[in-house]
């Protein structure tokens, strides 16, 4: 069974930063892009960034663009969000998902996205 566990959320002051993890079980997630997706109190799900499977090219919504990073490790299973420059705009719960990927480009649109991990929550506040 396909399973996407998320770590490395907290509370941070703006200006700070974080790395969340993304680690996939039950599946080759090598065959699938990783999406990040965050949701807002009150507020739609938003797609984040995501990254394919086989070239590693990165997608960014504009929100964040050049303030997060996104990479891969494909022999530990595991796909990473680094969140730099930091605001309180960005508190959200933020989840990894996995879109099975033989050919093309990763999506910022969640419906699109076969496993969904449970999420873990960014702060930030002063």
């Known amino acids: 069974q396909a399973h996407l566990v998320e770590s490395g959320g907290g509370l941070v002051h703006p200006g700070g930063s974080l790395r969340l993890s993304c680690v996939a079980s039950?599946?080759?997630?090598?065959?699938?892009?990783i999406g990040w997706f965050r949701q807002a109190p009150g507020k739609e799900r938003e797609g984040v960034s995501c990254?394919?499977?086989?070239?590693?090219?990165?997608e960014y919504a504009d929100s964040v663009s050049g303030r997060f990073t996104a990479s891969r490790d494909d022999a530990k299973n595991t796909v990473y969000l680094q969140l730099d420059k930091l605001k309180p705009e960005d508190t959200a719960v933020y989840s990894c998902?996995?879109?099975?990927?033989?050919?093309?480009?990763?999506?910022?649109?969640?419906?699109?996205?076969?496993?969904w991990g449970q999420g873990t929550q960014v702060t930030v506040s002063s």
């Open positions: 039950g599946f080759t997630s090598a065959y699938y892009g």
């Open positions: 998902a996995a879109l099975f990927l033989p050919g093309g480009s990763c999506t910022l649109d969640p419906g699109e996205y076969h496993y």
């Open positions: 990254i394919n499977p086989s070239d590693h090219m990165t």
